[in-house]
């Protein structure tokens, strides 16, 4: 298990919060979803989580992800 560190561009109110939280929340392996304006933290299962996937469910909900860094 891993910590994702998410930089995310275009957030800006509660709602966007609770838009990312969702779609992270449905990622396979992703577990521990914490979301603020800006940022999300994630655990991750090495075998299962994908950064494409995580990286392109961000994006069609209407963000852009800057960078992801693993821990």
């Known amino acids: ?6 930089d995310i561009k ?3 109110c509660g709602g966007c919060v609770v838009a990312v ?3 992270l929340s449905r990622q396979a ?3 521990n979803v914490h979301v603020e304006v800006g940022t999300a933290k994630v655990d ?3 075998a299962s989580a994908r950064e494409a996937a995580i ?7 209407g ?7 693993a821990s």
């Open 29 to 31: 392996g992703v577990s």
């Open 10 to 12: 275009g957030m800006t």
């Open 63 to 69: 963000f852009e992800v800057s960078a992801i860094e």
């Open 44 to 46: 991750v299962d090495d």
């Open 21 to 23: 939280r969702n779609v």
């Open 1 to 6: 298990m891993k910590t994702m560190a998410i």
């Open 55 to 61: 990286r392109e469910a961000i994006t069609k909900a």
